[in-house]
């Protein structure tokens, strides 16, 4: 992707994998998202060897289980890089940074340097999370120390799973990366200067984290997404005086007057940098949601999803 002066264009897409299979063919963006001109479908290219394979079960980027390796893919430009998987099994969410940081309008740094941050939680007698930061400049992981939580010294629910939800991405908001778990909790890990772990609760309610997606605020800090009962509730958040989260009700959507489910709708992914979020159900196909607009548009028709990857990228 070569460099302009005149501003970048957005393509927005996504790759799935249905529950019998994986499609890694790019699939066209809602018409929100479009921009005037689009993509050559000879530019979207697939790695020879995901062609026929699953999506794995490690979210992003896609693995090649032939090798003990990632692959860092580009599904416009179909680059890849790969990556020595020399971490733990315990780390078990990935994803892939621009390591030119905020002030990089990720119009022309494809294929330059990127950072790689991957977390788990090990749940026996005690809570264990753990990350690591690999720099493909250093070709060095670095990380904070684990943290260990105890059940019974009152901070955490023995009933919950504060595992990682599988198949879900870390989720990039302020310099700070969140990773959901299974009870609806977030891993908070702060990568930027002297690296740091936290888990923040959820939200008041019965939420899981099948149902649970991070988002960015009006306010440009930590914000959520959260399904209940055909409910899509957003909320952000307040810092107290203490360092401590509280959740704030932003707004309740309903989604029976916005698209016409008759199966459960659910949540599937969301892009960071346009505050969109996938919902899809298993009669309907896939819709995207613009949270500020509330513009819902019908991405594509297809049945149960299993794995899906939103993603944006920009080209000249």
């Not at 609806?184 to 149902?211: D, E, T």
């Not at 991405?299 to 794995?307: A, L, P, R, S």
């Amino acid at each position: 992707i070569s460099q302009s002066q005149s501003p970048p264009k957005t393509l927005a897409s996504a790759l799935h994998g249905a529950a019998t299979g994986a499609d890694l063919r790019p699939k066209p963006p809602p018409r929100s998202l479009r921009p005037h001109h689009g993509v050559p479908p000879a530019r979207l290219h697939r790695p020879p060897h995901l062609r026929r394979a699953r999506l794995p079960p490690r979210p992003r980027p896609p693995l090649d289980y032939r090798s003990s390796e990632f692959v860092v893919w580009d599904p416009v430009t179909g680059r890849e890089r790969r990556i020595p998987d020399d971490v733990p099994d315990r780390y078990t969410n990935h994803v892939v940074l621009c390591a030119a940081g905020a002030g990089c309008d990720h119009s022309a740094c494809s294929g330059g340097p990127f950072l790689m941050a991957s977390a788990g939680v090990h749940v026996m007698d005690l809570v264990q999370a753990d990350a690591r930061l690999y720099s493909s400049e250093t070709g060095v992981r670095r990380g904070p120390d684990g943290i260990y939580l105890d059940y019974n010294d009152g901070q955490f629910d023995e009933d919950c799973s504060y595992s990682l939800e599988a198949d879900r991405p870390g989720v990039l908001v302020g310099g700070t990366l969140y990773f959901v778990c299974q009870s609806g909790a977030l891993l908070r890990y702060g990568f930027l200067g002297k690296q740091n772990l936290s888990l923040i609760k959820p939200p008041p309610g019965k939420f899981h984290g099948r149902g649970t997606i991070v988002t960015r605020a009006e306010n440009g800090g930590l914000g959520l997404a959260t399904l209940g009962r055909d409910v899509l509730h957003l909320w952000s958040t307040e810092t107290g005086p203490n360092g401590d989260v509280k959740w704030v009700k932003m707004n309740d959507i309903h989604l029976q007057k916005l698209m016409p489910f008759k199966s459960p709708a659910r949540l599937i992914g969301s892009t960071e940098d346009t505050n969109v979020v996938f919902v899809t159900s298993d009669d309907h196909g896939i819709f995207t949601i613009e949270l500020k607009s509330l513009l819902t548009r019908k991405v594509c028709e297809m049945g149960k999803v299993k794995d899906f990857f939103p993603y944006v990228c920009y080209y000249t």
